[in-house]
Each structure stands twice: as C-alpha cells, then as structure tokens.
C-alpha cells in the first residue's frame, strides 16, 4: 500500500472512532489549519541580529552550542525561514527583534530606528505570505546593564524609553502595512543579581516608564508585556516579575505574555490561562520548554504543551491567544529545531481540539469523576496522529520524519557552506 493509502485509511478510521464520542475531526483539522504560530527570528541566528555596535549578548539570555551554518544576515535569515515554512502546514507569522534591522551597515542605535529600517522585512513578509510581530531589544547592549527601563538613572532610562516607543512606532506602521495587527512584546531583563533592599522603588519607575511609552495610542498594533522568574547573573531580583505585569495588565488593559520557561518548574502555564482572560484582553504566549530552568529548549509534544493548548481551547479563547515561540538551541540543526519546534506545537492543539470536551462536561456536570478520569486518559491513545498524518499529507508538507531528509538536503546545499 502507498503511504498515501495508508494515511488516508488510516484518517478514515481514526475519524469513526473520534465520531463515536461525538469529536467532529473536520471541525478539529479547521481549527488547526487556522492557528497562525509566530516563529521568532531569533532561532536563525543565535539572538545576535544585525547591529554593527557589536551585540554584547548577556542580560539573561543567551543560546548556547555552536552548531556550524548560523545565518549571518539578513538574507540568510530569509532564507532559512523560506525553508523552514516548506515543512509545515498552514500560515504563520514571523517575530521580528529590533535588533534584526535593516540597517544598511550603518550604526543605528537603538534610540535611533525607525520603520524605514523594516521595509525590506515588510516587503518580504507579504510576498512570503507572513504576518510580523515585533520585540523591543533592550538586552546585548552597552546600555543594557542591569537595569534599563527601571533605571534610577534618567539618562539610561530615557535611551530605553525612546528605544521601545520608537518599537511600537515601528509595529504600528508594521501593522498597517500588512493590514493585519503587529503584536508588540516588551521584555526587559532589569534585576539584580544580589539582594536588594529597593525591590518597590525599581518597580514604581518600571510603572512610570510604562505608562511613559503607552502613552501614545496607535490602531495597528497591540502591546504585550512579558514576565521572567530570574535571569544568569540577575538571579535574586526581577523588577518584572509576573505578579508585576499581571498586575500592570489588569490595571491598563495590556497584554500579558507568558512564556512556559518563566516560571518555577512546577507551576502550571497552562492554570493561568483562565484568569488571564478574565482580567486582561489578550494573552500571548512564548512556547517554550524549559529543562531545569528557563533553557529555551526546542519545543517537544510533552504535557505542558498540551496542557497549555488544551486550556486555551478549553476556554474557547483561540480568537484571543497569540500563540508565539520562543526557543533557541545552538547545538543542532537551527532549520530543523523551528520544524521540530512548530509542528510539536501544532501536534499539541491538533490533540486539545480533538479532546472529547462534551463527554467529559457531561460527566463532571453529573459528578462522574471517575468516568471523566478514565475518559480524559483514553483520549490520551485514541489515534490523533492518524489525523495529524492527514493534515500533513492535504497540507503538502512531509508525513511524519520525512522531513528529516529534507531538512538535511537543506543543511548539505545551504547552511553547512556558511
Ligand atoms: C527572555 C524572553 C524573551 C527573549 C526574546 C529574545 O527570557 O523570553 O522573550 O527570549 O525576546
Ligand atoms: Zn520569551
């Protein structure tokens, strides 16, 4: 039998058996096809970017390994997302670092780019049929320190304010340009590595500057605000901590955004999810997989992903999730860690839209706790990768490791020559 016969009937039975506890599979693959997952730029490249002030790295993040073929510029970075999109299904976006510019070469800093410095990226988008979602950098740079927007100092913390107005400057023209609402992610990495004894004061000025660069109202881009748990070298104080930004959010109407390595390792992301849309009018995410702590592994189809995509279809809420990456490994293959990345996450909606949701209503509503337990583990095996096989196979992308190959053909002609 061709593989193709074998995906299909295998589809055929999987959706009798997904039927017979009232999941509707077409009504899943619909879903699926429309969740749009922002791939960050920044796996290409090991977070560098395209400065030519010479990227510090530090300030809490950093990618470790050195896997041969990092794209180097721009159009490296292109096209190594033109091949990563080649292998999977659907229609993404793309996540832009300020620091990923155009800028011709020339030493633009951070309180000095504009949207001219993103028209290339504009223009590329549209022709490769993606959205942009754009991050303020405040990291890798002489100013960065340990403190930016928290800064006591006047003259640091208006460098940053400037920067990040001029990001959301730069989102708004992004999101008319594309017709479509750029998502703006504010991530500062200001903290202390020691105790300290001025945790509110850091946090009133973090407010202050805030409230400073939202003040401007803009219709094409939305804002999100993002927490961290610690940073290397900032391991005792996070002015921005989620209690923080949830507390910001509430208060000015923000976007929240979690990302699933910021938080203490036993604590549920996907748990927040409910609240957050009680209280906040968007959540966006950075899929992440934390190992021991916040390591930005590649993202992998384990219970946290699914958990957390489970809760967000739970809540019917995927008109109100972005759903973003945020993962950067330097040690293997950086084209196959976003196919690996991305489709683990589609894998995990794929299951969170096939859960038997009605049936399991049905019986906690009744008190049937040990039927809704028994269900909700049967739907751990029901044949889910058989209409995941599908999905691939209609969408033209490779069936299962096909991609492997492909992938490899790719490192062999392109990134192993770099
Ligand atoms: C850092 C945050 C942040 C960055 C990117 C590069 O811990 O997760 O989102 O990873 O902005
Ligand atoms: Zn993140």
């Known amino acids: 039998?061709?593989?193709?016969?074998?995906?299909?009937?295998?589809?055929?039975?999987?959706k009798e058996r997904y039927a017979a506890l009232g999941v509707d599979v077409n009504a899943a693959l619909n879903h699926l096809q429309q969740l749009s997952i922002s791939l960050h730029c920044w796996q290409t490249d090991d977070v560098v970017g395209f400065e030519t002030l010479g990227n510090q790295g530090g300030s809490g993040i950093q990618a470790t390994g050195n896997y041969?073929?990092?794209?180097?510029n721009m159009q490296e970075v292109k096209a190594d997302i033109e091949e990563v999109i080649t292998h999977i299904a659907g229609k993404h976006r793309f996540n832009l670092h300020a620091i990923y510019g155009d800028f011709g070469g020339k030493t633009v800093d951070r309180d000095q780019i504009l949207p001219e410095h993103f028209t290339g990226w504009m223009e590329w988008a549209k022709e490769k049929g993606l959205k942009i979602d754009f991050n303020s950098s405040s990291f890798g740079h002489p100013k960065s320190g340990d403190?930016?927007?928290?800064?006591?100092?006047?003259s640091i913390r208006d460098f940053w304010i400037e920067h990040t107005k001029r990001c959301r400057a730069i989102s708004d023209a992004i999101g008319k340009y594309q017709d479509d609402p750029c998502i703006m992610n504010l991530w500062i990495h200001d903290g202390s590595k020691d105790l300290t004894v001025n945790r509110y004061k850091y946090r009133q000025i973090l407010e202050k500057s805030l409230d400073e660069i939202f003040a401007a109202e803009y219709k094409h881009m939305k804002d999100c605000i993002e927490s961290k748990l610690f940073g290397i070298a900032l391991e005792s104080y996070t002015v921005g901590s989620h209690d923080f930004y949830l507390g910001y959010g509430a208060k000015r109407q923000k976007i929240v955004t979690l990302d699933t390595g910021h938080f203490h390792l036993t604590e549920s992301v996907a748990d927040k999810i409910s609240s957050l849309l009680l209280f906040t009018p968007e959540i966006m995410l950075h899929v992440s997989r934390p190992v021991r702590w916040d390591s930005d592994h590649v993202v992998t189809l384990n219970e946290?992903?699914?958990?957390?995509?489970?809760?967000?279809?739970?809540?019917?809420?995927?008109?109100r999730v972005h759903v973003g990456l945020d993962f950067f490994d330097a040690s293997i293959n950086?084209?196959?860690?976003?196919?690996?990345?991305?489709?683990?996450?589609?894998?995990a909606f794929l299951q969170a839209f096939l859960e038997p949701l009605a049936a399991l209503r049905r019986y906690e509503d009744n008190g049937q706790y040990f039927e809704r337990l028994a269900l909700l583990e049967e739907a751990k095996s029901l044949p889910w990768a058989a209409v995941w096989d599908y999905f691939c196979l209609?969408?033209?992308?490779e069936v299962g490791a096909d991609f492997i190959p492909a992938v490899q053909k790719y490192e062999r002609d392109v990134t192993s020559k770099r």
Do not use: C, H, W
Request: no cysteine; hydrophobic share 45%.
């Open 334 to 347: 950086r084209i196959g860690a976003y196919v690996v990345g991305v489709r683990a996450t589609q894998k």
């Open 394 to 397: 209609k969408n033209e992308v």
């Open 1 to 14: 039998m061709s593989k193709e016969n074998m995906v299909l009937q295998a589809f055929e039975i999987a």
């Open 304 to 319: 946290d992903t699914i958990e957390l995509a489970r809760e967000i279809v739970r809540a019917d809420a995927l008109n």
């Open 147 to 154: 403190l930016t927007l928290a800064n006591p100092d006047k």
């Open 68 to 72: 041969p073929g990092r794209a180097r």
